[in-house]
């Protein structure tokens, strides 16, 4: 697997995460893990960050839905009906998607 990322992570790795430096030269630092990483490990962890990227997008469309929504222009009735949309996806994504 290969990732990159940035000095001060590479560093927390190697001492919290059990990473060590196998090779290394001017454009890259190849390191190992002190334990086994199993294939069902490796599974999780990327539904995992799949989940994350989907709860992070639904987040930050919900944040540009609010921003940009023309308050001004609108009925009350207009804004309760979107602001209730608002309220039912923000339901899911904390129901569904196990948010807090």
């Known amino acids: 697997m290969s990732l990159g990322f940035p000095e001060s992570a590479l560093q927390m790795g190697q001492n919290e995460n059990g990473w060590y430096p196998e090779q290394q030269n ?7 893990l002190k334990f086994p990483l199993s294939h069902t490990d490796f599974i999780l962890w990327k539904q995992d960050m799949e989940n994350t990227k989907k709860i992070n997008d639904s987040k930050d469309e919900m944040f540009e839905k609010i921003k940009n929504y023309p308050l001004t222009q609108k009925t009350p009735l207009d804004v309760f009906l979107f602001f209730n949309d608002l309220q039912g996806k923000l339901k899911k994504l904390i129901i569904e998607d196990g948010i807090v």
């Open 26 to 32: 001017e454009n890259y630092r190849k390191c190992g």
